[in-house]
């Protein structure tokens, strides 16, 4: 296959940037999209030119650094799947592929497609967690938790921090993405303790980074590559709004 | 080679030196500083731990998140011994099946502790929220993996790793918020500092930037994974890299069992020359599957075309006890052995069938999916084939590092002060990783044993003198990183790194992979010297010295160029076949490896004598006083 690229440039930080053209041959349908930027970037160390970079790295779909916003749409036409998963068989000969980073005020880009998304750990450390402290912790069948609730935990703790919901999102809201976290830990009894100083403190982490508000469009659900829920959503701001109705803000 | 085991009964061991480990006074924690590489598994339990207990810890790893460390990638699951099946298990069984399964090439010592250790962390594990799996009356479920009899893996679905190190992560983060861990991504190490014969800090680059920046502390940590990417085509996540630990090598660490490299045997077939990288399918996918090919060779017929009389499920014909649960290695060679005798399947003649259909006409469909819904998914994601309707294809690849920097069992390096953790030590797999033992490992390294081991150390060193970054010893060690990159920024000759990497990759896959020869190894290490040589006379790297994915690559594949060198030395002077490693001339008549326990009955710790000298062997004898060595069936 014969592929045209247009593919976004930027040199530094708050540099300024620009789409630049670059047409690909012998691109063949195994091939997945970072190999065929692979290919693109041996092109270009052949002619010299500083190659484009990209972030990736397990190449599976599970470390959550990849992420690119192909044609428009985060990780690219197919639904819940990583920008790694993503193979050329679903291009055509011919085609014309946009490629920019996950934009997002809370997303600096660092140098063409490579994003700080350092706002998601911050908003983690403020208390995306069990405290529970190594060595602290009773016999493990000691808790019991009902298959059900451990397979909906599960489902919502299988986040794996990409950022397709912030990029999608016409707000750019991280509601997906938080309330993932909240819930994860709030379904199990181990979490159920710090829950509402949990929700509090996330959501202010969230609000004093650059992300925007939801606004229910669920546009993230559609994009997400574990099929996060946006029902998570709606229990995040339940568990929220009752924490503050009960004054237990942490 | 002292490896420093503790004295009494093997049972007692772990017990006594815990019980006489030194201590610090929680007024002095704080003053003591410790830096740890990697914030996988190993490193951020590891990192985590001492941070509870009061110590001020710098942490890097060269990913834009922390959670993204390749642990994250581990798919089936966690071994522990507790027993929760009542099928038989142990703390000794566990041990057993450890040593047995890595060929007795490990200490007692550690692999006891390791079994030891294990109920604990499923406890932890617990408690930080992993959402394992369940039975319906809410307690924890189990699973068989290969290698052993009874249920003792612990999993959540598929992505068990994921799980446990979002755990450690997660902990790690609350103590980034209390200010005791400074956390520093995208920052990769280039040498360790070393005052006189202590690790006492780090040069590292940021990859934003890239500035060099020193680092001091009183400990120094590495837990920065394996380096099976050295075959270019494996398992492992892109960035997996060995400069950390081989950096440390060449300041004085040894390195052992460098050539113990374990093969997954269910990865997804290479399908093309573009391909940066194996997916992996889970081990426990074997649970179910059944593992066959064509019994005739070079049969095209699709595989639901072909009847059972005319399949060959040779991992059930050739090991009835364990079947398709039989340990990697074994799994792995035996289909080798198929593919190169014209069985293999798939375009490329290079897979065999993983078949669900008898399993999913046992338990049903909905059961299956219950298990490995997330592999099927992944697995038609990558291929595009559905395999609730025919079998997967897959296909050994390069994926675990039994070898490593050499450790005591305090987990401390030939360098005082520099403790080597998880995938990136050698210690407790021997020849052979059993499933589910790599993510125990990294998490009892971490969180139950350098916490132990590193106070005592730091112990000794509090009265010492504190090393600043102004020391002599960082301005030597700064100006070798640069003049590295520079030297790499200079050459812009006409190959990029990648070219340098897949011909590695290619040629330890023939000579230095599931089967290894004297005339194939001594061939590679010659043609190793000679890729070498054009490396530094053809690399191009273009770009400039701040972001550069390019410079970073060549800075690997430099040192992959040396460390292949000696992965080759290393099999080369085993002439026995143990676990992974499979010499030619030493087989049985029925093609089973031949172990020398009489003349090899060690680990093979190598030291760096200089880019042009040969690596000095120090053999660290085996000694067994618990089991009796006896030939490793799964017949």
């Keep these: 296959m014969k592929i045209h690229l247009k593919i976004w440039r930027q040199d530094e930080r708050d540099g300024p940037g620009g789409m630049v053209s670059y047409t690909l041959d012998d691109v063949t349908e195994d091939m997945s999209f970072l190999e065929m930027l692979d290919a693109l970037n041996g092109v270009l160390i052949g002619k010299g030119e500083r190659v484009i970079e990209f972030d990736h790295d397990c190449r599976e779909g599970i470390c959550g650094q990849c992420g690119l916003m192909i044609n428009g749409r985060a990780h690219g036409p197919l639904p819940h799947v990583t920008t790694c998963q993503l193979h050329m068989r679903s291009f055509r000969d011919g085609d014309t592929i946009y490629i920019e980073p996950f934009r997002a005020a809370a997303f600096p880009v660092l140098r063409d497609l490579k994003i700080d998304r350092s706002a998601f750990d911050r908003i983690i450390q403020s208390g995306g967690y069990i405290a529970a402290g190594t060595g602290s912790a009773p016999e493990a069948n000691s808790i019991l938790v009902a298959h059900d609730t451990a397979e909906a935990a599960f489902d919502a703790a299988a986040c794996i921090g990409c950022g397709a919901c912030v990029a999608t999102c016409k707000n750019s809201s991280a509601a997906l993405f938080v309330s993932a976290k909240t819930v994860h830990l709030s379904l199990l009894p181990q979490g159920k303790l710090e829950a509402p100083q949990r929700v509090n403190a996330m959501i202010a982490q969230m609000n004093a980074e650059q992300f925007g508000p939801c606004s229910n469009t669920e546009a993230c659900e559609v994009e997400c590559p574990q099929q996060i829920s946006v029902l998570h959503i709606a229990r995040m701001n339940w568990a929220f709004n009752k924490s503050r109705l009960l004054g237990r803000k942490g | ?635």
């Design chain 2, 1 to 635: 080679m002292d490896a420093k085991i503790p004295p009494g009964p093997l049972a007692d061991k772990w017990n006594y030196y815990k019980a006489h480990a030194r201590l610090v006074n929680p007024a002095n924690r704080k003053k003591m500083k410790v830096i740890v590489v990697g914030t996988g598994l190993a490193g951020a339990s590891c990192a985590a731990s001492l941070a509870e207990q009061g110590y001020a810890v710098d942490c890097f790893c060269f990913q834009d998140s922390s959670r993204r460390a390749h642990s994250v990638a581990a798919q089936g699951g966690v071994n522990a011994c507790k027993n929760y099946k009542n099928d038989g298990d142990s703390v000794y069984r566990m041990f057993y099946d450890t040593i047995k399964g890595g060929d007795f090439r490990s200490r007692e010592a550690n692999v006891y502790r390791l079994a030891e250790c294990s109920a604990a962390l499923i406890d932890q594990a617990v408690a930080q929220g992993v959402p394992f799996a369940r039975e319906y009356s809410g307690y924890l479920d189990n699973r068989s993996f290969g290698g052993v009899q009874v249920s003792r893996t612990f999993y959540a679905r598929g992505q068990t790793g994921q799980q446990l190190l979002l755990g450690a992560y997660q902990a790690l983060m609350r103590q980034v918020h209390t200010g005791k861990v400074a956390l520093h991504t995208r920052h990769e190490m280039l040498d360790l500092v070393v005052v006189e014969g202590k690790a006492k800090g780090i040069i590292v680059r940021d990859l934003e930037t890239g500035k060099l920046e020193r680092y001091a502390a009183d400990a120094v940590v590495l837990a920065s994974g394996g380096y099976g990417k050295i075959y270019y085509l494996s398992t492992l996540a892109m960035g997996c890299n060995a400069s950390a630990i081989w950096r440390a090598h060449k300041k004085g660490a040894y390195m052992a069992g460098v050539s113990w490299v374990q093969v997954h045997p269910t990865s997804l077939p290479q399908s093309g020359q573009h391909q940066s990288k194996l997916t992996l399918m889970s081990e426990s996918l074997r649970n179910d599957g059944r593992i066959w090919v064509p019994l005739k060779a070079g049969d095209t017929r699709h595989p639901n075309d072909i009847p059972e009389p005319e399949r060959d499920y040779y991992l059930e014909r050739r090991y009835p006890s364990f079947g398709n649960l039989a340990p990697r290695d074994i799994s792995s060679r035996a289909a080798k052995e198929r593919i190169d005798a014209g069985h293999g399947v798939g375009a490329m003649k290079n897979a065999v069938y993983l078949d669900f259909s008898k399993a999913i006409g046992e338990q049903g469909k909905d059961k299956i999916a219950e298990k490995y819904g997330n592999l099927f998914t992944m697995y038609q994601k990558i291929t595009g084939i559905n395999a609730y309707a025919q079998p997967m294809l897959i296909s050994p690849a390069a994926h675990f590092t039994m070898g490593g920097l050499w450790v005591d069992y305090t987990l401390m390096s030939t360098i005082a002060g520099l403790f080597v953790l998880g995938e990136a030590n050698f210690s407790d797999h021997g020849a052979n990783r059993l499933g589910a033992n790599s993510l125990l490992q990294a998490c009892v390294d971490g969180y139950f044993v350098a916490p132990y081991t590193i106070p005592d150390y730091l112990a000794g060193e509090l009265k010492a003198e504190k090393v600043t970054t102004a020391h002599p010893a960082f301005d030597l060690a700064e100006a070798l990183a640069q003049t590295k990159i520079d030297e790499l920024l200079s050459i812009q000759g006409d190959l990029p790194a990648d070219y340098f990497h897949k011909n590695l990759g290619r040629l330890l896959y023939d000579t230095c992979g599931l089967s290894r020869s004297k005339e194939g190894l001594e061939r590679a290490i010659r043609e190793i010297g000679e890729l070498r040589q054009e490396f530094y006379r053809r690399l191009k790297v273009t770009g400039d010295d701040k972001v550069n994915t390019e410079l970073e690559k060549a800075g690997r594949v430099a040192d992959y160029l040396e460390l292949g060198a000696l992965m080759c030395r290393d099999a080369l002077a085993r002439e026995e076949s143990c676990g992974a490693h499979f010499r030619e001339e030493y087989q049985t008549e029925d093609g089973e490896a031949m172990r020398n326990d009489r003349d090899f009955c060690y680990v093979s710790a190598w030291e760096w004598q200089g880019a042009d000298q040969p690596h000095v062997l120090h053999p660290e004898p085996l000694v067994f006083e618990q089991v009796a060595l006896s030939t490793r069936s799964y017949k």
